[in-house]
């Protein structure tokens, strides 16, 4: 059975980032597609990038907004599609026909949706391997970039925008344990750009991450060592990516994921 996909695009004054997310959004060959662009006022050109692109743009909007997460309930509030799906500028889907692979298959008894990503570097770009839905505990174990979620199970109450960073993860684990039913889709879904994160918020983004957590279960002894730990290493890496170049720090990056690089895209 085929089923619409609302996809959702949230921009600030990126218009390069737009248009690269804008041109693998047309170039799908999955028809059932309702774009949604949400921008916060853009002042660089973004305005008239989005323009050109109005013909397949089933909603638009350009006002200012609370953040990233307010801008995507804004969006996620004017979906139509079964499916509600969440691309941001500067973000692209892997390839022409990852939509029609994916939505080949026999949903009908699934809630979400999730996939691989690729992370580019720029100068070069790294596959990342989803984790099993049974693992939220660890953390976001997916991208929001590869995730699809039923519209009518989020679109009234959307993501809570008192959490600046983990948003997308609560939206998760209240889907996770309120039961609802993961599959998990083993290709790429979507390159997300990597060189433009802010590495200083690793460790403020483990701590809202382990807050959220705490909020839907109580932990295990081994589940609470785990999260010492990961803060340990996540507040040491934060501290030695201040004084070293990015040249350096990328050359790292490239060294450790030697055996998970990838031309693709």
Partial sequence: MTMAV???????????????????IVVQDYSLLNWI????????????EIEKYK??????????????????????????????????????????SVLSRLFSLDLSDIDVVYGDWIADY??????RRAGSADNLWQGMIFSH????IRTSLIKS??????????ADYEMVLRLF????RFLYFPEPISVTEAHGISHHNMFSSEREHLK?????????????????KKSLFLLIVSFFYRFIPKSLYLLIVKKINAKKLTTLR
Avoid: C
């Avoid at 109450?157 to 983990?166: C, D, M, N, P």
């Fill in 6 to 24: 609302s996809i959702i695009t949230v921009v600030l004054n990126d218009k390069e980032g737009f248009v690269k997310t804008a041109r693998s």
């Fill in 37 to 48: 662009v949400v921008d916060g006022g853009s002042t660089d050109g973004t305005a008239e």
């Fill in 55 to 96: 013909s397949r743009i089933a909603y638009s909007a350009s006002e200012p907004d609370q953040g990233i997460y307010d801008a995507m309930n804004k969006g996620l509030a004017k979906a139509t599609g079964t499916w509600a799906f969440f691309l941001n500028a500067g973000d692209m889907l892997a390839d022409s």
């Fill in 122 to 127: 720029i100068s070069f770009k790294v596959i």
């Fill in 145 to 148: 970039q590869s995730l699809f």
């Fill in 157 to 166: 109450q959307g993501f809570q925008v008192q959490y600046k960073i983990g």
């Fill in 177 to 180: 344990f309120s039961s609802k």
């Fill in 212 to 228: 959220i957590l705490k909020s839907f279960k109580r932990l295990t002894f081994q589940e609470n060592q785990y999260h010492v």
